[in-house]
């Protein structure tokens, strides 16, 4: 178990940058590594102190929270906050694993550094293991504490990015997770059998009920199809297949 994480703060607001520092005093095993009025400022602690987690705010002043996090090499975990919902699809792009909207409640600060506090514990536990192996013609292994468990393709309906991690989701609503980047994830599963449709989602291609430009449907699932996915996730999905109006 991860006795205390290392976190930095930044938000350009005085008002809420002081009361998200409040309501994270409240957490028990938080180390405050540094807190941050714009995103240069946190740049340049962040290479220095090497943070486990990040809080952001989106909307700062020359350098944008997303913009930070696109900027670094290696990311920690990344908590982003703003007082506006619609930057929520390009914040999890980066692998955030949450996105908050002000005014952030007491409570909801503490369950998504829990979430944090996991995932880092986590990574820990599995640190220098390989847990994706065995890769065959039709299911792969990942690793579970100490035990590999397969996978078949047909089981699975998507994965989706956690930065180090990803979740897969499973027709039985069962979700895995292993300690493997989406983009090593993508390199060694088929895409046969598995289309990237943004950067933190992966599907498969024969749970796709319906596809468009924006989105995918696996069922009753809508998934968010990036932009600069759409038009190779479509040509995957269809190649010759869609009936023609005319031949």
Known sequence: ???????????????????????????????????????????????????????????????????????????????FISSHIHYAVEAFEVDAIN??????????????????????????AH??????????????????????????????????SLGDFVSIFLQTGEKKIALVSMKNLQQQLPATQFIRISRTQMVSKQKITAIDNVTVHLGKIALYVGKTYAESAVQSVLGNTAIKRFI
Do not use: W
Not at 100 to 123: D, F, G, H, Q, S
Not at 134 to 159: C, H, P, Q
């Open 1 to 79: 178990m991860v006795n205390s994480i290392s976190y930095i703060l930044a938000d350009d607001d005085d008002v809420y940058r002081e009361i998200t520092q409040l309501h994270l005093q409240l957490i028990p095993n938080l180390e405050c590594l540094g807190i941050c009025i714009d995103a240069f400022e946190a740049t340049a602690l962040i290479q220095q102190k090497l943070p486990d987690l990040l809080i952001l705010d989106v909307e700062m002043p020359g350098l944008s929270g997303i913009q930070l996090a696109k900027s670094l090499t290696k990311l920690p975990i990344i908590i």
């Open 127 to 160: 640190y220098g293991q390989e847990v994706l192996q065995g890769v065959t013609d039709d299911s792969f292994f990942i690793k579970e504490k100490n035990t590999f468990v397969r996978i078949n393709y047909a089981e699975v309906l998507y994965i989706e």
């Open 99 to 124: 996105y908050l909207v002000k005014p952030v409640p007491p409570e909801r600060m503490m369950r998504a550094v829990e979430k944090a506090r996991l995932m880092i514990e986590m990574k820990h």
